[in-house]
């Protein structure tokens, strides 16, 4: 005999339901979050080191500092739910405009941060890569990166790109000069150039967009980071100043995210 499916209306009394709205507003956002949808690529611009500082009456270097503490929480918050790609604006092309001073302190920053934490890397599993115009960064700190690019290379549960000396402008810049000296090399064709070749040219080009980009500090731009890639990223902005952010920030984030619809030019109805 076939069996037909019933269904049963239950009356839940109000006094519960209102207690299951209660519990959920005392998860954490970590629980909130649905591991089956996860963005697979977030990029952050961490913004508001020098306030940070400023707000305790320090120096600016002690924002940057502290900013790193930030840095690895959040690395290890991606590891933890499992995201595969976590991509840090460290230090923009008009960054260099900063006084000296700030420079070489996140420089050398960068390289004794890179230095101490190539182990937690390894054993976090967590292969280290950078972008940006790589070669302008002062010897040490190529030499220092490229030891631990090597060294965490086969690494596979997440991927920490770095973008130093980063911006989207010189990156476009330079794919189209790549495609312009191919052409004129007789490698390529005028119309073999489409979307495809040309983010082949980028520096992301084994990384997928990232589906989500935050920013801290209360800014809202998105500051010559990933123009090409961001197409159709997700943007979130957090009032939290970067020195602040922690992997819970990072989830209430993925929570909002999870929300959005996300249409590509379709219409609702299209996507179910
Ligand atoms: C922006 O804050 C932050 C930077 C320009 C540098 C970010 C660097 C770090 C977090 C530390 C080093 C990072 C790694 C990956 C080792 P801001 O200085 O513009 O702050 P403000 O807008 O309040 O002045």
Redesign the pocket.
């Known amino acids: 005999m076939e069996r037909k499916g019933i269904s049963y209306t239950f009356a839940v009394p109000k006094s519960v339901q209102g207690f299951g709205v209660f519990v959920y507003k005392l998860m954490g956002f970590k629980e909130q979050i649905d591991l089956s949808r996860l963005p697979e690529h977030i990029a952050i611009i961490?913004?508001?080191?020098?306030?940070?500082a400023k707000n305790q009456g320090k120096f600016?270097g002690v924002?940057?500092e502290s900013?790193?503490l930030?840095?690895k929480d959040i690395m290890e918050g991606c590891v933890e739910i499992g995201v595969k790609h976590l991509t840090?604006y460290?230090?923009?092309t008009e960054?260099w405009n900063r006084p000296i001073e700030e420079v070489n302190f996140?420089m050398e920053?960068?390289i004794s941060?890179?230095n101490q934490e190539t182990e937690t890397l390894t054993k976090n599993n967590i292969k280290l890569n950078a972008i940006g115009n790589i070669a302008s960064l002062p010897q040490r700190c190529i030499d220092d990166l490229n030891s631990a690019m090597q060294k965490t290379e086969n690494n596979t549960s997440c991927t920490l790109t770095?973008a130093l000396s980063y911006s989207a402008k010189w990156e476009i810049t330079d794919a189209a000069r790549k495609l312009a000296q191919q052409v004129k090399d007789g490698l390529i064709s005028v119309n073999q150039i489409n979307e495809e070749a040309f983010a082949a040219q980028l520096t992301t080009t084994n990384i997928p967009d990232p589906e989500l980009m935050i920013r801290t500090?209360g800014e809202h731009r998105i500051s010559n980071f990933l123009l090409w890639q961001m197409a159709y990223t997700e943007l979130y902005f957090t009032d939290t100043?970067?020195p602040d952010f922690r992997s819970e920030d990072l989830y209430e984030a993925i929570v909002d995210y999870q929300k959005r619809e996300r249409r590509f030019g379709k219409i609702s109805e299209q996507l179910n």
């Open positions: 961490m913004d508001g080191n020098g306030r940070w600016r924002g940057h900013g790193v930030s840095v840090l460290a230090f923009s960054n996140l920053l960068l941060t890179i770095l500090s100043l970067w």
